[in-house]
């Protein structure tokens, strides 16, 4: 049988009180905060975040790569394939996308769980300024690789489908924002084949049921056939598209003991079902989980203006000196293993490493005598740094830091998720896969530099 290995999910750092939307609106915001991608964060960098977090062994045996979102960077080209390229996967493990709904998610996951892979699930989710979907979304992703049962914290039993033809939640190609139906109509819907669904479910106290669904009026009508079940509340920080599916089981597996049963539930164009018992396996990924919450909890404040203007619907006057280019393909093809997986080269004769890679040994003289030489996972300190309030950038001022690694590699990094202030030399700083800029409609993807947490 084929279970769960490891589960990680990816929240920004930014978070935005909504408060600040009847500040600013007039309107209600409501109480508590929303989790908010950053302005050079997209659905393809969440998606890379969350692999990283993934116990790097079952990352390299995976056999597949399935990335579901409702909300791509790119369309017509694959966003799979670059979340590939940064997480440096095996070439020949195959990478898909999928998409378009919020049934991608278990899309996403019932193709990797058949074909032993990854599904890796990433979302923004927001809509009109002070409407219901920007006020209970949330920006996430996540990550589960599949594999053998033996080595699993969690077997999957069953799956159990039921699609429906409902107008429930829609949005057409040429809009940025979805509609819906009355809420109450998509929660009645729905709710009679929820509640036989779960009715045939052996639900216990043993039971742990996560439900993942856009409308929050759907769980309600679920409440008779739970019994004495244990059920994820929604998430603090938001719904997440098809992220949401991913954080809520997270939340499940955090809680869970040896033999539990739990229940994944989609709520959306139909009943989407997976249950999965608890394997002895749960007692260490619990303890590796711990340590993984730390990039949970450091967060940043964002202001609701700011949160517009990376989203389209405020523009406003930024440094343009220079205007960003668009990269050019061939020189990003011959250069894409320093580009997207940050592999540097050291000198086979005399150790010196360059970053980026170079044709010719800076050291020895030596021509094409290396060896790749992944920086990507490792931390720096900073040596040196300046701020730019003249170049282009969404959120002004530009850091720009050179960074040591400790190995003989330093290269210059722009550095995100931070204020200017908290920048000095002999900084310790992590890296994160970023979007540097679009332009001419091409995303320009790299790596920058973050400082680590004081937790």
């Avoid at 679009?438 to 790596?447: E, L, Q, R, S």
């Amino acid at each position: 049988m084929t279970g769960i290995l490891d589960i990680s999910q990816y929240t920004p750092r930014g978070l935005m009180q909504l408060s600040q939307i009847s500040s600013l609106l007039g309107t209600s915001g409501g109480k508590g905060s929303r989790s908010v991608a950053n302005f050079d964060e997209d659905t393809t960098t969440m998606a890379v975040e969350a692999i990283r977090l993934l116990d790097s062994e079952v990352v390299i045996g995976a056999s597949s790569l399935w990335m579901a979102t409702t909300s791509p960077a790119y369309m017509l080209k694959s966003n799979a394939t670059a979340v590939h390229a940064a997480t440096q996967m095996r070439s020949e493990v195959p990478s898909f996308d999928v998409g378009v709904s919020l049934r991608a998610a278990f899309g996403s996951l019932r193709a990797a769980h058949d074909s032993r892979g990854i599904a890796v699930l990433s979302d923004t989710w927001s809509g009109l300024p002070g409407g219901d979907d920007e006020r209970l979304g949330a920006d996430a992703a996540g990550a589960i690789v599949f594999g053998s049962d033996e080595n699993s914290i969690a077997i999957i039993k069953h799956w159990k489908s039921s699609s429906v033809e409902v107008l429930e939640r829609w949005k057409l190609p040429t809009e940025i924002d979805s509609q819906s139906w009355d809420d109450r109509f998509g929660a009645e819907a729905l709710g009679a084949i929820l509640t036989s669904i779960l009715e045939s479910e052996n639900i216990s106290d043993k039971s742990i049921i996560a439900f993942s669904s856009a409308n929050p009026r759907s769980t309600l009508l679920a409440a008779g056939p739970v019994g004495g079940a244990r059920v994820i509340p929604n998430m603090e920080h938001g719904f997440s598209g098809v992220a949401d599916t991913v954080l809520k089981l997270t939340t499940a597996l955090e809680i869970a003991q040896p033999g539990d049963n739990i229940l994944l539930v989609l709520i959306s164009d139909g009943i989407e079902l997976v249950m999965m018992e608890v394997t002895e396996r749960i007692t260490n990924w619990q303890k590796l989980n711990e340590k993984r919450n730390t990039q949970r909890l450091a967060k940043r404040e964002v202001q609701y203006a700011d949160f517009l203007s990376w989203r389209g619907r405020l523009s406003k006057q930024v440094p343009r000196r220079p205007e960003p280019q668009a990269p050019a393909s061939p020189p990003s093809f011959r250069n894409s293993d320093w580009k997207f997986g940050l592999v540097a080269a050291k000198c086979h004769d005399c150790g010196a490493v360059h970053a980026p890679p170079e044709h010719r040994c800076r050291g020895c003289g030596q021509v094409g005598n290396f060896e790749p030489l992944s920086l990507s996972r490792l931390r720096g300190t900073v040596v040196t740094f300046t701020i730019d309030k003249l170049a282009y950038t969404p959120a002004p001022p530009l850091v720009l830091v050179v960074v040591d690694f400790g190995n003989g590699a330093r290269a210059s990094f722009e550095v995100t998720d931070s204020d200017s202030s908290e920048i000095s030399i002999g900084l310790k700083v992590e890296l994160v896969f970023r979007r540097i800029n679009t332009a001419a409609g091409v995303h320009n993807y790299f790596w920058k530099v973050r400082p680590i947490p004081n937790l």
